[in-house]
């Protein structure tokens, strides 16, 4: 079985400071990774993936995520927020079936919540 | 635009009705999804669907059922058993085994 364990359920920050929003997974197959994100009373939107490749991961909104395979991690980043930034951010689990092929079921977790201050 | 739509937006259920939840959409995706949201929970798989006339359980399916009749559509049931259904349902969709999902802007069900 997987889970997904986002270490920080809130966190605050001053606009254009640097922000991490960790994420650790456990897994006993290899995975592929995701992170979401949520603005209030909508649906989720993906902001970048790990599939296989580089483990750095650039997506949009100039967030990045580094895999870490070694510490089943993949943490969260971007150097310089913005009030925008503001909403909830969700890391995702995958399995890899034999060949690659993802099965398509995803295991979250909890959120991060993060408050961008002026 | 192709995407997926969720709907009502709002929906409000009395004690001991059965309430249906619409997902559809035009992405021509054959896997669908529906997940469950609780505040601090994140989000957890109800049932999933990966062709038209076959799904199957999720994580927390009691109280819930579905149909896949066609490939645009995978409404969710939330039934009188049931015991706890106010939450919001979020509907996603992806190529078939694929990432990433597409998700809908979802429902916020509440009781009575």
């Known amino acids: 079985a997987q889970s997904v364990t986002q270490l920080d359920s809130q966190v605050p920050v001053f606009e254009e400071a640097p922000v991490e929003l960790r994420c650790n997974y456990s897994s006993s197959v290899s995975v592929y990774l995701f992170w979401y994100v949520q603005y209030p009373n909508q649906g989720l939107q993906l902001l970048l993936k790990y599939l296989s490749g580089s483990t750095l991961v650039k997506g949009i909104n100039g967030f990045e995520a580094e895999f870490n395979k070694s510490q089943t991690s993949f943490h969260l980043r971007k150097p310089s927020v913005h009030i925008s930034d503001t909403a909830e951010y969700f890391c995702a689990v995958s399995d890899q079936h034999a060949g690659g092929t993802s099965y398509g079921k995803l295991t979250f977790g909890q959120g991060t919540i993060l408050t961008v201050h002026p | 635009d192709g995407g997926i739509t969720q709907s009502p937006k709002y929906l409000f259920r009395k004690e001991g009705q059965n309430v249906t939840l619409s997902c559809e959409q035009n992405?021509?995706?054959?896997?669908m999804y529906w997940y469950r949201q609780d505040p601090g929970q994140g989000l957890r798989l109800i049932y999933y669907?990966?062709?038209?006339?076959?799904?199957q359980k999720g994580d927390i399916a009691e109280g819930y059922s579905v149909s896949r009749e066609k490939k645009e559509s995978f409404p969710l049931t939330v039934t009188s058993a049931q015991k706890n259904p106010t939450a919001f349902y979020l509907c996603?969709?992806?190529?078939?085994?694929?990432?990433?999902?597409?998700f809908g802007d979802g429902t916020r069900l509440s009781i009575l």
């Open positions: 669907s990966q062709i038209v006339n076959d799904f």
């Open positions: 996603a969709s992806s190529e078939t085994g694929g990432q990433p999902q597409h």
């Open positions: 992405l021509n995706h054959d896997a």
